[in-house]
């Protein structure tokens, strides 16, 4: 019989635990499809307590289960010790397990880098399967398969029959009948002919055009990748909708609650904006006395003259800018404002906080957002 031979640039991609079993699970799985996914190279990534039971289950015990698979069904598929690669912290030591904040930055980043790189070859087609492993990685590698998959790419979780599911002696379904007595129930023997295994096909929204490729060669840094996609995405949706009458704030269609002060303060940098105007980093007395008094002015805007909230807040201007606006009052309303933003938005927060920027050779302070996605009623 000939070897059954694959597309050249066919790659699975595997993150595994310490479950070896899953890497030919998947890969009997993937020949049963139709049309069948043949790949002809295979890239495991596991932490390094994985990489000593992939290395064993795979290659060492009774021959090597992929050496069975592939002698089973005359396979050939370019795929070694070599190929299980070791997740890395930040130094580049070996990750036991992922258990901190810092390993699962690490693991994110590894993870982006490997489906980047294959995926900016045109002429390859990837499968990513994230069916072992920790969770977080299988997340990391589906979103990033998202960030960077094509129409070719595709992603699956495999499912196997609930008692050959686990066995250390099951590693695939065999065409001819081949007995094992099962570890979890000592008594009972399991014919491995007579296993099923499915492949279940995990649909993913390909967000690749959304990034500009100029960045794909020097960013791989999954958290940076994040909000640069995210940035992207929202930036033709982005809008923000004062309800002046409710004293309510909403950015894309989520509610923002801020305290009277910097709802006031907001609406009135906002509509600075709106009009084309900025407002100065470091303003001169002429400006501290100009803002204040358009501050007022936008209080009366946002609560009725001679209401109990208006009066209360006049009296508290009144005591704050007896000498105009101060550069204080200005930063302590952009930090507050900011965290909110953030706690409510989180990466899409950016767009929307007050910054400081550079125009015509001036700090002012203002919004990223387009005159036209601010709106009042």
Known sequence: MALKKSKPNNILFSILGISPQILTETLYALMQQSPPFMPNKIIVLTSSIG????????????????????????LDIEFSEADILVTQDEN?????????????????????SIIQNITNDDSTALHVSIAG?????????????S????????????????????????????????????????????DRKNAKVELVSLP???????????????????????????????????GIVFDLAAQKLIANDIVIKLTDTNFIFYYWVCKRIKEGRRVSNSFSVAEASEYAVELYDCLDEVFIPGSDNHT???????????????????DDRKTEIKAI???????????????TNLEHGLKVNTVELKPGDIRFK
């Not at 990489?51 to 005359?74: D, H, P, S, V």
């Not at 492993?133 to 398969?145: D, P, Q, S, V």
């Not at 002696?169 to 023997?189: A, D, G, I, M, N």
């Not at 967000?207 to 940035?231: E, H, P, S």
């Open 341 to 355: 933003f953030i706690s409510k938005l989180g990466v899409n927060a950016d767009q929307f906080y007050i910054k």
């Open 92 to 112: 580049g030591r070996p990750i036991e397990d992922i258990r901190t904040n810092k390993d699962n930055q690490a693991v994110a980043n590894h993870i982006t």
């Open 204 to 238: 993913f929204v390909r967000m690749r055009g959304a990034i500009d490729k100029k960045y794909f060669a020097n960013l791989l840094d999954f958290d940076q990748m994040v909000k640069l996609l995210q940035q992207n995405v929202s930036s033709n949706s982005a």
């Open 133 to 145: 492993g920790r969770k977080t990685m299988g997340f990391y590698a589906g979103y990033a398969l």
């Open 51 to 74: 990489a000593k039971q992939c290395k064993r289950g795979l290659f060492q015990i009774e021959g090597g289960w992929f050496n069975k698979l592939c002698k089973t069904y005359q």
């Open 312 to 330: 209360t807040k006049t009296e508290e201007f009144d005591a704050k800018f007896k000498d105009g606006m101060k550069k204080r009052f200005v």
């Open 147 to 190: 960030m960077f998959g094509r129409e070719q790419d595709a992603l699956s979780h495999v499912l196997v029959q609930d008692k050959f599911e686990g066995e250390p002696s099951f590693y695939f379904p065999t065409p001819f009948s081949s007995v094992f007595v099962s570890k979890r129930s000592p008594l009972e023997y399991y």
